[in-house]
């Protein structure tokens, strides 16, 4: 009884915006997936698009569907299948996505997708307690080194982008990143509470996540993945600090595959038109994400590189058998 | 001390403001109305709403979130009393003794019991929230993975030792739950288990779905099998719709007690809202002086129980508000609601934003009291369902559990599942094996797998880890003592009562 009810409130809110926009406003109306549940990254990407698509008049209407499942391998599947050469509709993925694809050996892969662009990334941090002996990232460097079993990074699910990290930065530092002791929790927040608690040894997250307890100084920020600092942040880069370790935890939008070139088109207009909108700059600015805007083919070879990227280092540690 | 007073009647000022009232009002109101809806959670609701409050300022739609939030809770345990169906895992302690109390014509009392008791936690819990949440929060901190396996370890043995006639049908549903917890992407190394390849199952069975299936289900189809053979005299309303004296002087500790276990748990990281609910209602069935009574209606098994419940809710927002740290799917929505708006809860919020945090807690407790106005005069009306003629009133289950189920995950595997555990279900009814186990198990097991192998993991393998920490210890010692402790009272004669 609810759901239609709020069905029914979410037609009236798009109504009401749509009514709003000049009569130009495009023919579109888009079906928007967002393989996960309400409430994550992907879902709160998809619900911003929305917005922004229908506020910039680029969009007629845009209606979201959520698909949970399996890091997003449940929602590709049905979108591969059900959406093939069907040219409204879009569905976010993102970093995690190359991931879990991998890990649970999914018989549809990215490369069946058309890719459409990139939109955002956010930066990742590894942080330490504010009573860590550890003050750098050659601090932790030195400490792999010496005995890589022995340290303990906390970070989101396993095979996800901070484990992903944690292994890269083994293998940058020249240790053994098949040795690295990873202990997956679900989700930012408890693992959290385990380098809070000082049981792990460092924690890696999204920037954002832990920026309050950075600032009130109960962890300690010892680098950011970033390729330059953040502007008006006091935070070292890895690179700075000489270690190879640039990463993003990207999200993108892409379209079924077996569409034509000019449906494509249509499609890359719409959402290059939606990035540069005052409706999506006000929800970056809102949300704290940063823009990562990468069209056209320069998305498509992006997105093949992080795809053997992240396959490799999986392979490494040993999450997807070669 | 002072200025918690002083910011707490500040909170108040911007809580009872008119425009506020009337979104608590919307929030306890909505809230109310999906928790009686199996499958469509707080969780659910916060997330379609985020997007429709955009506009309002943030206090507002945050006294409403917390108005959802609170009003889910006590939703969940109506669906629970009146026709066994829990609308939320948290509920499903209340639907053991409370749906049996309905069926003796006491749904009136076993409601308003859940009712003022869900009120009377509600408002220690927020209390508790405004004064101790700091120290608490380092307190919950400190709470590593082997001190939640324990913790866990001693949900297991009182669970096992109270559900069923017997122990051996107790385990028998605890292991069938174990297994099914089983199935999905193992969290530490990313493999699937028991998925047999159906992508659906690679996140495992949803909690709802089993609880749905098992309780709805089951007891339709029981219902149906039964119907030929003895027609079920359901009494709507025997003796007083309302809580007797003797009622009040049964509930009063429980909800007390009750209360003492959900608002720590609650407040843990991993805590969650279901192992309270469980202890609770073994605690109760320990101590009260009918025990007799407990299987067949026993109001404290309702009381305690949902008392838990909410004070747990409140323990979630302790560490959401001092750490930024959401412990509860509910928890992730406000937490999002929180950034919609540019806000990071964490250390810095209540220095920052004392007029938002303050107000939150204000807001809570003016929900807790709408809840109340709006839930007891409800009471004559809900008892009225259970005068449908129960053909009516089961099809009517029916068709709400699968909507729920498809509103939560539309998919065809998750109805089959709907359907198998229906099946089960009715087959655990039939032959008299417990269900709730069942659903602990599956809730339960994969938070104790983990935890222990995180900290197994920590120490580099060595088991020992769980006897160094001092809170894993003395939980360890308390689960080995619960265990242990039956046997010796059996061989004294005193636990002869609840052998029968």
């Known amino acids: 009884m609810f759901r239609f009810s709020a069905r029914l409130v979410g037609a009236a809110v798009t109504l009401t915006l749509a009514a709003a926009t000049p009569a130009v406003a495009q023919q579109l109306e888009l079906k928007l997936m967002a393989p996960a549940a309400p409430g994550g990254g992907w879902d709160q990407t998809a619900r911003s698009m929305q917005q922004a698509l229908v506020a910039s008049a680029v969009a007629r209407s845009v209606q979201v569907v959520n698909v949970p499942g399996a890091g997003g391998s449940v929602g590709i599947a049905q979108f591969v299948n059900s959406a093939k050469g069907d040219g409204n509709q879009l569905m976010v993925n993102g970093f995690v996505m190359v991931g879990a694809l991998a890990m649970n050996k999914s018989p549809v892969t990215l490369e069946q997708v058309t890719p459409i662009a990139r939109l955002t990334e956010e930066i990742q941090v ?45 293998g940058a530092v020249g240790a053994d990143a098949k040795k690295i002791n990873y202990i997956p929790f ?3 927040g408890e693992s959290l509470a385990a380098i809070l608690g000082g049981k792990v040894t460092a924690g890696i997250s999204g920037l ?66 939606m990035v540069k909108s005052d409706a999506w700059k006000e929800i970056l600015k809102q949300k704290g994400w940063e823009d990562a805007y990468l069209g056209g083919d320069a998305f498509t070879d992006f997105l093949k590189k992080e795809t053997v990227r992240v396959t490799d280092v999986l392979k490494s540690v040993g999450l997807v058998k070669s | 001390m002072m200025d918690t007073f002083a910011a707490l009647a500040h909170g108040m ?29 707080p969780a659910l609701t916060v997330a379609l709403l985020l997007p429709v409050t955009y506009k309002l300022d943030p206090g507002g739609s945050l006294i409403m979130f917390a108005g959802i939030y609170y009003g889910g809770m006590y939703g969940g345990s109506t669906t629970a009393i009146l026709i066994n169906t829990p609308g939320e895992s948290a509920s499903m302690a209340t639907a053991l003794e409370g749906n049996k109390m309905a069926k003796a014509g006491r749904g009136g009392p076993a409601l308003a019991t859940s009712a003022i008791g869900s009120f009377v936690a509600g408002t220690i819990a927020t209390i508790g929230l405004a004064f101790l949440a700091p120290w608490l929060v380092d307190f919950a901190v400190r709470f590593g993975p082997e001190d939640y396996f324990a ?11 109270t559900f069923g006639d017997s122990p051996i049908r107790g385990l028998t549903s605890l292991f069938i739950g174990l297994t099914l917890g089983l199935v999905g992407i193992d969290k530490l190394t990313g493999q699937a288990r028991l998925a047999f390849g159906v992508p659906e199952l690679l996140d495992g069975v949803e909690v709802t779905t089993l609880a749905v299936g098992l309780f709805a289900v089951g007891e339709a189809l029981y219902v149906a099998s039964r119907r030929h053979h003895t027609e079920e005299k359901l009494e709507p309303v025997r003796g007083s719709l309302w809580m007797t004296k003797e009622d009040w002087k049964r509930s009063w500790k429980p909800w007390l007690r009750g209360t003492m276990f959900g608002f720590p ?24 002086k009918y025990p007799e009574e407990f299987g067949k209606g026993a109001i404290e098994g309702v009381a305690g129980p949902e008392a838990a419940n909410n004070a747990s809710a409140a323990g979630t927002l302790v560490p959401l508000l001092t750490l930024g740290l959401p ?38 407790f003016i929900a807790n009291c709408m809840l109340l106005v709006l839930n007891l005069p409800l009471v004559g009306l809900w008892v009225r369902l259970l005068a449908i003629p129960q053909p009516w009133l089961y099809a009517g289950i029916l068709v709400f559990a699968t909507m729920g189920t498809i509103a939560a995950k539309p998919s065809v595997v998750e109805l089959s599942m709907l359907a198998g555990f229906g099946v089960l279900g009715f087959l655990m009814r039939r032959f008299d094996f417990p269900i709730a186990p069942v659903v602990v198990g599956l809730i339960l097991g994969p938070i104790a797998e983990a935890q222990l192998r995180r900290a197994l993991a920590i120490s580099l393998g060595d088991p020992m880890t769980l006897l160094q920490s001092p809170i894993s210890a003395t939980l360890l010692g308390l689960a080995l003592v619960a265990l242990l402790a039956p046997f010796v009272l059996k061989g004294m004669g005193r636990f002869k009562a609840n052998e029968d």
């Open chain 1, 126 to 170: 590894i942080v330490v307690p504010a009573n860590s002996p550890i003050k750098t990232a050659q601090d932790l460097a030195a400490a792999v080194k010496a005995d890589i079993a022995k340290v303990t990074f906390a970070g989101g699910s396993a095979g996800g982008v901070d484990h992903v990290m944690a292994a890269l930065f083994a």
């Open chain 2, 327 to 364: 412990t509860s799917a509910t928890a992730a929505m406000m937490l999002a609601g929180f950034q919609q708006y540019g806000l990071n809860p964490g250390p810095l919020l209540f220095a920052e934003r004392p007029d938002l945090v303050w107000g939150l807690i204000a807001s809570l």
């Open chain 2, 265 to 288: 748990i609650g407040a843990l990281p991993a805590g969650g809202a279901e192992i309270p609910t469980f202890l609770s209602y073994s605690t109760e069935k320990r101590l009260t």
């Open chain 2, 151 to 161: 913790l866990m370890c001693v949900a297991f043995v009182t669970v096992s030792a």
């Open chain 1, 186 to 188: 679900s989700g930012g």
């Open chain 2, 13 to 41: 000022a911007v809580a009872v403001q008119p425009m506020n009232l009337l979104y608590a009002l919307i929030g306890v109101f909505l809230g109310t109305a999906v928790g009686v809806l199996p499958g469509i959670g």
């Open chain 1, 208 to 273: 954002s996540e832990y920026d309050g307890q950075i600032k009130s100084g109960k962890l300690r920020a010892i680098g950011v993945t970033s390729e330059k600092r953040i502007p008006g942040s006091d935070i070292p880069t890895f690179k700075e600090q000489g270690i190879d370790l640039v990463i993003a935890n990207w999200r993108s939008v892409v379209a079924p595959p077996g569409i034509t070139p000019e449906q494509r088109k249509t499609l890359s207009d719409a959402v290059e038109k």
